[in-house]
């Protein structure tokens, strides 16, 4: 009898077809299926089938089955896909759906932009970040070094370094776990801006000329902004940057680049607000019968309506002038609804209304010294180019109503040191005596005040003693304002063109109860780095107070020096 086959023999006779068949069904009859066994079934399946396969069997598997292993299995089997598998699955656990590119946001205006900043930029205006309304910003790290390399020190500079490194930290502490989705800039409080903060967090890959050293910073923010454009090129990617060379460098790379405007007041100088109108030729023929008049005290004020009225602010001077006709100076002194109240001025212009012995010559002057005289005016700004009488007219006041009429206890004047060349040095002696050569205006002035110009004498008399004028005249360094209050002061701010907005303000807030300050300028004749006509603390305040009842504004068109200065006023 022959003997049965022995086991070997009949797994020789298998095929390899039905070992793999087999070997499932031994599987599930021991400990359940195995899933690594898929990977050895990968090789001869389609893609679509492996997904198929492996969601099958994660469905049949036990509870029990450990995670590691299903783990080891699903690296098998994505190993053995081929390039056209799909991009969303994976052969494990769970499916894990592939990340996608944050979408554009849109805004009212389009597009929402990009914006790249400067390390100057947050070193000129540590809240420029919360400037940009609906728009991006992205902070290279490079920006992160050098904000932190300049916060060190006293400086200017180095405060606002110092003060952008905390609003960062105050961003990121709100939503440190969504540093790479980007940063919302409302989370502290600022409602204005509504776009988003994204730093740099992975090196970005981008090709500079070979003429531009790869090391400066300069450079490596112009290849963060290119490398952007081309990982962007939905939206617009722009740098702001207040380094010309900087913005004249990414212009000719083809990129984007703008100056940092929110700093500026006016775009034009042109544009400011002079404190003044001229009322057309037809103005009376256009009110007619709707004008109303009555007197009050030595004044005559009128009460006009129709379009004109959309164009007064309060304590703003108009004027008439006509051939034939009577000239009309006056001041708007309320606006409401559709009507103004005009009030005409005194004529400082007649010796019998001088004050101090100095008479105004022009009808800017005349206006600007109805200001200067006015108690109701706590705040006054003038403009003008040299020679125009702003310091002479506001110290003719000044003494007026601190020694005459005793409105003031005494004349505070200060300005912003800052010279015309290179500096001399330190100065010796007290901190008045410090100031001294920088009040040469004001010696001119008060020497020319002392002798008088030939006037009626006044109460006090032109023969009064220099010393007796300096003793209610004090000469303050800014430098030592902060925390002061002024009570019942006559505050000068002279060469105040010179100041940025946040010195303007330092010294403005030091007013107390019955103090006037008096803030003087030639916006032509900037000396402070980075300063402009738009941006210079004169033209913000002007800007700011326009309109306020309670200050007045007025440019000296015409110098009075000498006809020298004032034909170099106009050719140089």
């Known amino acids: 009898m022959p003997l049965p086959p022995a086991p070997t023999g009949r797994a020789s006779r298998l095929s390899s077809g039905d070992l793999a068949a087999k070997a499932p069904t031994k599987t599930r009859k021991s400990t359940g299926p195995v899933i690594g066994d898929v990977s050895e079934l990968a090789l001869e399946l389609e893609p679509t089938q492996i997904a198929a396969s492996a969601q099958a069997l994660q469905r049949m598997a036990p509870a029990s089955a450990k995670p590691a292993r299903a783990k080891k299995t699903a690296a098998k089997a994505t190993t053995a896909n081929t390039p056209t598998a799909p991009a969303k699955y994976t052969v494990a656990d769970s499916v894990v759906p592939v990340s996608k590119p944050a979408k554009v946001r849109k805004t009212g205006s389009g597009v929402a932009k990009l914006f790249v900043l400067d390390t100057n930029v947050l070193l000129h205006d540590p809240s420029s970040l919360f400037r940009f309304e609906e728009n991006d910003i992205y902070l290279p790290m490079i920006v992160l070094e050098e904000l932190d390399a300049h916060k060190k020190g006293m400086t200017e500079v180095a405060r606002n370094g110092r003060q952008a490194s905390r609003t960062l930290d105050a961003l990121v502490a709100t939503q440190e776990s969504q540093l790479a989705q980007g940063i919302h800039l409302d989370a502290t ?55 010309i060379n900087m913005r004249v460098k990414a212009r000719a790379l083809g990129l984007e680049a703008e100056d940092y405007q929110n700093d500026k007041t006016l775009e034009d100088g042109d544009m400011l607000y002079t404190g003044m109108l001229q009322l057309p030729l037809d103005f009376w023929a256009k009110v ?56 005409t001025l005194k ?35 003038l403009a003008g180019t040299a020679g125009t009488g702003k310091t002479l007219m506001a110290l003719a006041a000044g003494l007026t109503q601190v020694l005459d009429e005793r409105r003031y206890s005494e004349i505070i004047m200060t300005r912003a040191t800052v010279s015309v060349g290179e500096d001399i040095g330190f100065l010796p002696g007290t901190e008045e005596e410090k100031m001294g050569p920088w009040m040469g205006a004001l010696d001119d002035n008060l020497e020319f005040l002392a002798k008088g110009d030939g006037g009626n004498p006044g109460e006090w008399g032109r023969s009064a003693t220099n010393d007796l004028i300096r003793s209610r005249i004090k000469i303050k360094s800014m430098n030592f304002m902060r925390g002061r209050t002024f009570l019942n002061k006559y505050v000068i701010i002279d060469e105040a063109q010179n100041l940025t907005p946040k010195q ?16 003087m300028g030639n916006l032509a004749q900037i000396d402070t780095p980075y300063l402009t006509e738009g941006s210079s603390g004169l033209t913000y305040v002007v800007d700011r107070f326009k309109g306020w009842p309670h200050s007045g504004h007025i440019t000296l068109a015409r110098g009075e020096r000498s006809r020298l200065a004032d034909f170099a006023s106009d050719v140089l």
Not at 192 to 206: D, K
Not at 208 to 215: A, K, N, R
Not at 504 to 519: F, S, V
Request: proline fraction near 5%; glycine fraction near 8%.
């Open 347 to 381: 004529d400082y212009g007649h010796q019998k209304n001088n004050v101090w012995g100095v008479t105004t010559r022009n009808r800017e002057q005349n206006f600007a010294m109805n200001l200067l005289m006015d108690p109701d005016v706590d705040f006054v700004t």
């Open 288 to 343: 007619g019968k709707k004008v109303e008049s009555w007197q009050s005290g030595a004044s005559t004020c009128y009460r006009i309506s129709g379009a004109i009225t959309q164009q007064l602010h309060i304590n703003q001077f108009v004027y008439y002038e006509a051939p034939g006709e009577n000239s009309l100076f006056a001041r708007v002194i309320e606006i409401r609804d559709k009507t103004a109240v005009l009030e």
């Open 189 to 243: 409080g600022q409602k204005g801006a509504t776009g988003c903060l994204f730093f740099q967090t992975e090196p970005l890959h981008y090709h500079l000329p070979e003429s531009l050293p790869q090391g400066k910073a300069d450079n490596q923010i112009l290849g963060v902004v290119e490398a952007l454009r081309q990982r962007h090129p939905e939206r617009p990617v722009v740098l702001v940057s207040k380094d």
């Open 504 to 519: 303007m303000k330092t010294l403005i807030t030091r007013a107390g109860p019955g103090t006037k300050i008096i803030c």
